[in-house]
């Protein structure tokens, strides 16, 4: 059965590693459905979050041909319930007239932020799970959204 | 002292007991080219890039040793493709070093830029963009450790040519620390226990062997193995030198163009035990999946395991030291008819496959030859109808070596690899088997052979077809399908030879076959034998359209 699942892959943080570890996933056939790097608190090592889609057997083989990547340290399976997740979101929504102080009000009920302003719009900011950022984006659909952008997530094991 | 990068490349060379590369020059390797000709490393001067890859390989697997070619920036570095593409799928273990232009213009399209690091890296083990001299002695100790241990294979290390002029204070790393490559060698001695019980209570247990007993160099080990548990062999097609063919217990090789009876074999067993075997498409094509039972994987390469095949009792490790552990057990089973059964099977096989005809039985010839060649021999078969001829009929005895390009199935294979196992153990008789179509892709490379003295015995079946895909044809659409097989014109063999000054015979008649065999191997000279061979001979019976073997 398929799944979300995350893979978290420690890497070192050689010119090259991030397009093995993607190049990786097209040759072998898997599809990733977001994928995001940066460096860890050790300039040496990088650490990429893979979302992807698939079943028990998939994810063991994408596991098991990632391990084979010399620059590939560790690879961590994360699951909702073991890892806390986030994502970013930025939305930029049509907001003229009345319709201002109801974003407003939307956007201070999911705790998110106001980045920028001008006459015509208002760029939301927002971090969190997938669910609640899919949330906050089917109430201000309504309003037209001009543009958008999401990370999708990141994620550290719990404990 | 410092020194220049492309002397440091070459002292690491040496420090890795490399004694002859195999390359082609270019602008992008002149410094390493200069400081090769101050060097007492052997430089063989391909005719074309691919070549030098493949005798790479050939040198390579017949010394057990890492080979090493080089070729310059873009085309040079392209036309390695093929070669190491090769040396991926069959796990052999490989250095390639290719010139990159200046490393302030990369990206910038200059003449002969091509990004080969990009372009090999499925296929690499593991590939190095060297922007720093400082780190070349580092990075070429990891890449020779890499190639070598856990699963061999190959790694390209592209290097700019500023990089090489750089002068550097040079110091060879005495180890290797890579944080994520730490290969497994030992089996886990829980499975291993529990493989030995699974062995103990089968009732048709069969093993099966692929290249990683050659390359774990294991054959001891597995001969030790099965006499003591008298279970039977078969082989996948990188498996066939694994195993003495003579023995009673072999059974076989299996897969697509393997045995009918050993496919058989493989699907009525209760017990499949894989050892160094990747068990691929081509070997599994015959069993039906639901028919198996249980599995016992065993493999240096965690990945492989439960890949194509699910397994019971997965072992990862070195196959010598796997086999050393279930050496310790004893092994009590009742299969004799099971062992009787296969054995009768494989009699009426072999008496088959190498009766006489008046034509010449490729398969006979073979199995003649291969007697012949010493118990230190070295095989190299090329891809098609001709490579499943050698890899059913090859005689396996003694250290004997059967390479051929397995995986990839590289057409042309043969001719270069077979020159590089020459030079790499010059006392030993090397046989290249090719077809016409597979000998006339990399046949300039014969000027090595000639200008070196390498006295590879080349023989060419020709029947003036691409047999094999002729057959597919067949197969799939009917006799009157063939289309784009048929090799409208070959080259006159015997003047080809003379135009290199090699000496060379043709032919066609299975009288002729035991004089032309003393001719060949009666001196160390290259030699071109020509046999003509009927198309109609299928690789297996099976696909011949006769229904039985």
Redesign the interface.
């Known amino acids: 059965m398929n799944k979300k699942f995350i893979l978290s892959i420690l890497?070192?943080n050689y010119?090259?590693t991030l397009?093995?570890v993607a190049?990786?996933f097209t040759?072998r056939g898997y599809n990733i459905d977001s994928l995001n790097v940066a460096e860890t608190q050790d300039p040496k090592l990088s650490r990429i979050t893979v979302a992807v889609t698939g079943d028990g057997y998939i994810i063991?083989?994408i596991t098991?041909?990632l391990?084979?990547?010399?620059?590939?340290?560790?690879i961590t399976t994360l699951t909702e319930e073991t890892s806390v997740q986030r994502e970013l979101m930025m939305i930029k929504v049509n907001a003229v007239g009345s319709k201002r102080t109801e974003i407003i009000q939307i956007v201070g009920i999911f705790k998110s932020t106001i980045a920028d302003v001008n006459t015509k719009n208002l760029t939301v900011v927002i971090t969190g799970t997938e669910e609640k950022n899919n949330a906050i984006l089917e109430l201000l659909k309504p309003y037209g959204i001009v543009e958008m952008t999401r990370t999708g997530p990141t994620a550290l094991e719990r404990g | 002292m410092k020194i220049k990068a492309a002397e440091a490349i070459v002292k690491c060379l040496e420090a890795e007991k490399v004694k002859v590369v195999f390359g082609y020059p270019g602008g992008a390797v002149l410094p390493l080219y200069e400081a090769l000709r101050n060097s007492d490393i052997r430089h063989i001067l391909v005719r074309q890039e691919q070549s030098a890859a493949h005798m790479a390989s050939g040198y390579g697997r017949a010394l057990d040793e890492v080979g090493v070619c080089i070729a310059t920036s873009g085309p040079g570095a392209t036309n390695l493709i093929t070669g190491i593409a090769t040396a991926y799928m069959d796990s052999i273990p490989l250095v390639a070093i290719t010139g990159q232009v200046l490393s302030d213009c990369i990206g910038k399209d200059m003449f002969q830029e091509a990004d080969i690091i990009g372009a090999t890296q499925s296929f690499t083990k593991n590939s190095y963009l060297v922007k720093d001299a400082k780190e070349l002695p580092r990075i070429i100790k990891e890449a020779f450790f890499i190639a070598s241990s856990g699963r061999k294979g190959p790694v390209l290390i592209d290097i700019p040519k500023d990089v090489q002029d750089e002068l550097i204070e040079f110091k060879y790393p005495e180890k290797v620390d890579i944080r994520g490559y730490k290969p497994t060698l030992s089996g886990n001695p829980r499975q291993i226990k529990r493989a030995v019980e699974l062995i103990n209570k089968s009732k048709r247990p069969i093993v099966c062997i692929g290249g990683g007993i050659r390359y774990g160099n294991a054959t001891e080990e597995l001969k030790k193995f099965i006499e003591k548990s008298k279970l039977p062999v078969v082989c996948s097609l990188m498996g066939v030198d694994g195993f003495p063919n003579k023995s009673p217990y072999f059974a076989g090789l299996i897969g697509s163009h393997g045995y009918n009876y050993a496919n058989r074999a493989m699907n009525d067993s209760d017990l499949i035990i894989v050892i160094g075997a990747r068990f691929a498409d081509r070997s599994t094509s015959m069993m039906n999946k639901n028919n198996v039972q249980n599995i016992i994987h065993i493999d240096i390469d965690p990945a492989e395991i439960g890949k194509n095949m699910p397994a019971k009792v997965p072992i990862v490790g070195d196959a010598k030291e796997i086999l050393n552990d279930l050496l310790e057990y004893d092994y009590d089973l009742d299969h004799n008819e099971w062992l009787y059964e296969l054995q009768e099977n494989r009699n009426n096989y072999l008496s088959k496959s190498l009766a006489s005809s008046s034509l010449l039985n490729p398969k006979l010839f073979i199995s003649k030859i291969s007697e012949q060649m010493g118990d230190d021999g070295i095989w190299v078969a090329d891809v098609g109808l001709n490579q499943i001829w050698a890899a059913h009929s090859f005689m396996v005895s003694g250290s004997k070596l059967f390479l051929t390009s397995g995986g990839l199935g590289t057409m042309g294979y043969s001719l270069p690899s077979s020159i590089g196992a020459k030079i790499a153990c010059p006392n030993k008789t090397v046989i290249s088997s090719m077809g016409d179509g597979g000998v006339q892709m990399l046949m300039s490379d014969l000027a090595v052979a000639r200008e070196h003295n390498v006295g590879v015995k080349f023989i060419i079946f020709n029947n003036g077809k691409l047999g094999m895909v002729r057959e597919l044809q067949k197969n799939a659409y009917g006799e009157k399908s063939y289309f784009g097989t048929d090799v409208g014109f070959n080259p006159n063999f015997m003047k080809i030879a003379e135009a290199y000054n090699i000496k060379g015979m043709k032919i066609s008649k299975e009288d002729e076959m035991d004089n032309a065999i003393n001719e060949m191997l009666k001196d160390d000279e290259p030699f071109i034998l020509e046999c003509i061979v009927d198309p109609e001979i299928p690789s297996v019976p099976r696909l011949g359209g006769k229904k039985n073997e």
Do not use: D
């Open positions: 890497v070192e010119s090259g397009s093995k190049g990786l040759r063991e083989q098991k041909q391990h084979k990547l010399i620059n590939v340290i560790k």
